[in-house]
């Protein structure tokens, strides 16, 4: 049913409602109609107040507040004013068309969209009558706050979109390269031919498009040549074709560029033929950006390897003079069990993806990569860490493959905008580039790994976990086991000087229908309802959790999915899986899965199973002795996890389980630092008007197993092993087998965990002997490595070495010498006079191993 209202019908509600160029048309069924009606209703006696210019705001007798719908107490322009747009993304290089939802002008209407308070643009009525913002060029990612202007000076209507990296665009939206290390290999020997892309010709609603060439360059503005001065440069090049069929495909035949060879990084565009070259600020696709080798000068296709040599060593002279970064990196995990658990501070790089296939471009002989999260803090720098089939971490002194570290992070970091911080293209600047002149178009990689070498893991921790699962139990960070079944609100963890709260909503359990209560296969989680009995026990409902200045992020409940509230706004992960949020990131790959990365390397991991939600919190190494609340003290002493609110220890070897329920009812939130949103009646009325701890609500402490129960059989039979005591008492509380298996999953997930987080020792890379072999590529504990001379060469020192658990090396550096250089050292007189001579002779072979031939210096310098 289409509900229209129209300003003029309306004025019973108010005058001046609506602008008179405006119309609110509003497409809902049935009970949407009513759900507005109501509005409307309670709306009437506010008629005075307007959210003109106050989204996000609660007035005194209406909300501007997204909360308001569904709490039916929306001021009744809130619609007009607090906008929602369609679709809720566009790449960061714009062209998208953003409609607006509730505005509606007259074909000749008129507006201007302002984003970030800054940038204008005039907005556009589409085909079918929507009105339009065009996204612009941005170099950030995350939400971006836009207002729409219907007099030309009142910007009094906001709403926002989310800017996402290019390669996180939606495809359908996107130009899309065939064949895309042709693209970027063309003009390498055996590398030529046509080039193809495709896109979506329906897109773009003309019979005729243009495609053209944007290049990327990072340009310094100022006399002073810092990096803090350079400022981001997508430019216009030139066209490859003007009023081509809209056939959504397009082949060419490179021809090389030599005004336009600085430009080696840059995106394909295509727009309407009716546009001007070069045109900013219109609809058009965009292409991801890729090296363009395909329109470089002649001379790079003539010798491809020389010109990338003499490009290695010009960057090689530069990167000499930047300031280091690699002291300030985060170091590796050890193990790809690791990299993968420590989800605070590691995700994976979808480049080499062992999810999809290991397809591991710039990493062979790896399969599976992930990168920090966090940028490092001073100069913007990312690590990656690689791992080779066996899940060891794959170093760049054994393989071309290994990991290697940033001078800028892919993904970009905040604030954004300028380098080198913006996002993928500051990265492949100074760090992708560099690749293809001295890997992949020379063999110059020894150059470019000693300005990238691989950190290692010798100084890698891995964070604690905490967890609560089932109904309602707990492994705190020192790995204390217990239950507490309490109906409320409360501190899950708590870092007062580390500015970290992490909360948890729990309610009681609901028993379900007999089918479901035997854990059926037959029956579908859909049609397990709930029988309307309440078991007493509690479980856990929503988690809502803050760091410093980070937008407030609850994860709660609905139904058999996680719904994410930022700041009391539900984010729609629709189209988008990763956002971008301030001080925080949050990734959805499924409705059931949610991770929170905080910028402190904390994460926060939500996850359904069979309908409960169960919380992990880890925790790097810096928050020891600075945690408390639910999981306890993180201190490695489970002994004194039990510590109340006024700094009390409850002894936990000898708790009773009514101990227990009063520390978990003391750590109750008070309601003034409440981070959870209250947007329905039944919030309201259970957690925001009484105590945050339901005292009047015990829950059963035990419940006896007896024999003639008609669980108990199968009960003991699945619930066996550690965790079985609350796979038992879920169990019963619940009635339920299929309640009772998935706290045991939940709890063997956990085990899991914290196997894969175990410490390992490493001793470091050790490497081969100049002349020499090293058999062997792993450097944890236990691990051995041999070391061999090659023919004509005897080699000096051990033969083998072992890592020992004190992160040490068995044996001495071996070396590899002639017999003529052995024979000169034993001739030499007396045995310190030959340990000297064995040293100099050491270092005058570490010294050539380092030299770059002088004449390629020189020519460098030249070029």
Known sequence: MTFGILCNSVKSFS?????????????MNMRESFFFLGILILSSKTTGQTCRGKCGDVLEECSCQATCVSLLNCCTDYNQFCFQTSPQSSSMLGGRALKILSLVLRPDGHFICRFKGEIEREGFIDDEGHACCISPLLYETGWIPFDISTDGT?????????????????????????????????GTPNVAGQLKMTWNSSVIKTEEVNVELWGYREVNRSSVAETSSLQAELSYLYSLGRNLPNTGVFSFLPEAKKDFSDWELGNIRITAGSKSEGERNIQGLWSRGHVLAWHLEQAFRDDSSSWAQNKCLQWDHLESKLPSFLKELVDCPCTLAQARADTGRFHTDYSCDIERGSVCTYHPGSVHCVRAIQASPNHASGQQCCYDSVGALVLTGDSIGGSTPDRAHDWGSPPYREPPRVPEYSHWLRDV???HYCCLW????????????????????????????GDLHFVTFDGLRYTFCGKGEYYLMLSPNRELSVQARTEQVKLRNAQCLLGSDMVKKDRCSV???????????????????????????????????????????????????????????????????FSSGVGVEVRILDGTMAVTVL??????????????????????DLMTQLGEVIPSADATLEEFFTFGAGWNISKTSSLFTYDTKYLLDSYYFPPSHDAAFVPAFSLPERPDHPLVADMLSMCRGEGAHFCKYDTLITRSLAEGKATLRAYQSHQALME????????????????????????????????????????????????????????????????????????????????????IMIELHNRKQNRIPAELIQRSDRS
């Open 442 to 469: 020379s063999d110059y990689c020894h150059i470019y790994f000693k300005h990238r070498p691989s950190s290692g893991c010798r100084n890698y921790r891995p964070p604690k976990a905490g967890v609560i699962l």
């Open 756 to 839: 894969a987080l175990k410490p390992v020792v490493s001793c470091g890379w050790l490497p081969s002997p100049r002349n020499g072999k090293k058999n062997g590529s792993h450097y944890l504990q236990g691990s051995t490595l041999n070391f061999t001379c090659n023919e004509g060469y005897i080699l000096y020192g051990s033969r083998e070495r072992t890592c020992v658990d004190d992160s040490s090396w068995t044996g001495e550096q071996p070396y590899c010498f002639t017999e003529d250089n052995v024979g000169f050292v034993l001739g030499a007189i007396g045995s310190i006079s030959s340990l000297v001579t064995i040293g």
């Open 619 to 640: 925790l790097p190494p810096e928050f020891s002795n600075h945690t408390k609340g639910l999981l306890g003290l993180m201190n490695s002493d489970p002994s004194d």
């Open 15 to 27: 005058q001046g409602w609506f602008d008179t160029s405006v119309i609110l048309l509003l497409s």
């Open 433 to 435: 580039m560099s690749f």
């Open 154 to 186: 009142n910007f009094d209507r906001s709403g926002e979109y989310l800017s996402v990296r290019p390669n996180k665009a939606d495809p359908a939206f996107e130009v899309t390269l065939v064949n895309a290390t042709k693209w970027q290999n063309y």
């Open 531 to 597: 029988s309307g009995t309440l078991a007493k026990a509690t479980r856990l409902s929503s988690v809502a959790m803050k760091e410093r200045s980070s937008n407030v992020i609850e994860v709660r409940l609905a139904g058999y999915r996680l719904q994410v509230l930022r700041n009391q706004k539900i984010l729609p992960f629709t189209e988008q899986r990763w956002m971008d949020l301030q001080g925080a990131f949050v990734f959805a790959p499924s409705p059931q899965n949610v991770t929170v990365m």
